[in-house]
C-alpha cells in the first residue's frame, strides 16, 4: 500500500513558513504583503474560492483587499481596476479570479497585470521566465508550483534519471508543470488527450501526474510498480451509495487500485487542492521581498 501524501499537512507547513516570512518583512522593512483578488459577478463557486482566498491572506497577516464588480461590469472597468492596483505600491500580489462572465476577454485582463505582480503566473513574461528556466525573477502558477513541492519533498530536488510523465496540457497546469520537472532534471513527456496508447507512456513514469478533468481515468495498470502518483484532477460524480442526489468528489486517478501500485500517492480531496491556496500566499510574499529589494524565501 503506497504512502497517502496530506496535502492539508504540507500547505500548513508552507502556510506557517509564510506568516513567519510576512512577519519579518513587517518588523524589519514596515511592510505588509498585499493581495488583490478581483472576482467579477455572483458565480457561487468562484466566490466560495475567492472567500477562501482572502480569509488565508488575513491568517498570513497580509493586506488583503477583495473587488467585486458586477456580473454587468465592462472590460473598460475591469482594464481600469488592474491599473489602478498595478500602481498601488501597497498591493504586491494581483489575482483576477476566472473564469470571467462571458461577455469579458480575460486574455488583455490577464496581460495587462504588472508580471511581478502576477501572482497566478499567467503572464506570458513569467511563463516565459519559466520556460527559460528564470525561477529566481519569475511567478510560478500555484498549483504546478504546489504538486513541485511534493515531487521535492519526496524525490529531493534533482530528479536526474527520473522519467516524469504529464498527463494534460493546459497553459495553467501541465505546461508550467512539465516545465518544472524538466528544470529540476527529470525527463519530461506530456501526454494528452489526442496521444496514442496512453497507459503505455505513463507505465514508463516514476513520477506520473494527472491533470485531465476525467473522473479516475488513470488505472492501476496504468501505473509503474513503485511510481509516485500526483493527482491534480478534481471531478464531481453522483455517489448514489450516499443517498439520493448525492455526489462526492474524485480525482482523475482511481485512487484505491493506484494506492496498491504506487509507493507515493495524493488522495482527492486533501492533496494538492490545499496547495494552490497555500502557493498564492507564496507567491505573494515572494512578490512583497522582490518589491523591496530583497532576496525572497524559498517554499
Ligand atoms: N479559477 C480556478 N482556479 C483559478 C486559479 O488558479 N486562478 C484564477 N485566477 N482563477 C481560478
Redesign the pocket.
Known sequence: MAEIIDGKRIAASVVAAVKAAALALEQRQGVRPGLAVVIVGDDPA?HT?VAAKSRMAKECGFNSIQHTLPAGATQAELAALVRSLNDDAAIHGI?????LPGHLDPEPIIQSIRPEKDV?G?HVVNAGKLATGDLATGLV???PAGAMVFVRRIHGADLSGLNAVVVGRSN?FGKPMAQLLLNANATVTVAHSRTGDLPSFCRNADILVAAVGRPEMVKADWVRPGATVIDVGINRIPAPERGEGKTRLVGDVAFAECAGVASVITPVPGGVGPM?IAMLMANTVIAAHRAQGLTPPAF
Open positions: 468562484s474560492y489575482l483576477v479570479q476566472l473564469p497566478d499567467l502558477s500555484c498549483t495553467l494552490t
